[in-house]
T-cell receptor, first 114, second 110 residues
Framework: KAGVTQTPRYLIKTRGQQVTLSCSPI?????VSWYQQTPGQGLQFLFE???????NKGNFPGRFSGRQFSNSRSEMNVSTLELGDSALYLC?????????????FGPGTRLTVL | GQQVMQIPQYQHVQEGEDFTTYCNSS?????IQWYKQRPGGHPVFLIQ?????EVKKQKRLTFQFGEAKKNSSLHITATQTTDVGTYFC??????????FGPGTRLSVLP
């Protein structure tokens, strides 16, 4: 079974631009969560989508948004990029409707904002 | 606020020594998960603990969930260089899916 895939793997943007990151979950997984990982703040939860609906949202500004498609693929968008948005963005998929909702992480997208 | 804390932040051990990382939650958890992230890699699920006082073993790794379900520990016996990485605990909090601790970075000197 193929793992979680994320594209692109690396991205360089400048302040003020916007960016869209993509995540394809493991086949059959309906939940996709997004996390931001930085050396200073660690792993921080952005949002979770299940069956195309946002189920949970972390404490991030409205510049961070996401969506999920009918095939469970998910995208996250960051508008008006700031230097502090430089981070590794990880997505994780899970069955969600099972008690043991182990999360499977993708390799991440390394975003650098100049 | 909803917090998950871990200590120590860093641990350097000689190969063959034991290692323990501790995780504490600000509130009672329904379950707790542990993940390992190798340098340059992504977090990989290790285990989930659900019951109060639960102890689970995976070869040289022993995981424990506290009686009050607010703390947990991961103990590695006789560390090897393959154990290098950052170990995270994570707990489910209402409205936030899982909240991760800051992690304990383990380095093993050969």
């Amino acid at each position: 079974k193929a793992g979680v895939t994320q594209t692109p793997r690396y991205l360089i943007k400048t302040r003020g631009q916007q960016v869209t990151l993509s995540c394809s979950p493991i086949s059959g997984h309906r939940s996709v969560s997004w996390y931001q990982q930085t050396p200073g703040q660690g792993l921080q939860f952005l949002f979770e989508y299940f069956s195309e609906t946002q189920r949970n949202k972390g404490n991030f500004p409205g510049r961070f948004s996401g969506r999920q498609f009918s095939n469970s693929r998910s995208e996250m968008n960051v508008s008006t990029l700031e230097l502090g948005d430089s981070a590794l963005y990880l997505c994780a998929s899970s069955f969600r409707d099972r008690r043991d909702n182990e999360q499977f992480f993708g390799p991440g997208t390394r975003l650098t904002v100049l | 606020g909803q917090q998950v804390m871990q200590i120590p932040q860093y641990q350097h051990v000689q190969e063959g020594e034991d290692f323990t990382t501790y995780c504490n939650s600000s509130t009672t958890l329904s379950n707790i998960q542990w993940y390992k992230q190798r340098p340059g890699g992504h977090p990989v699920f290790l285990i989930q603990l659900v019951k109060s006082g639960e102890v689970k073993k995976q070869k040289r790794l022993t995981f424990q969930f506290g009686e009050a379900k607010k703390n947990s520990s991961l103990h590695i016996t006789a560390t090897q260089t393959t154990d290098v990485g950052t170990y995270f605990c994570a707990g489910p909090f209402y409205g936030q899916n899982f909240v991760f601790g800051p992690g304990t970075r383990l380095s093993v000197l050969p």
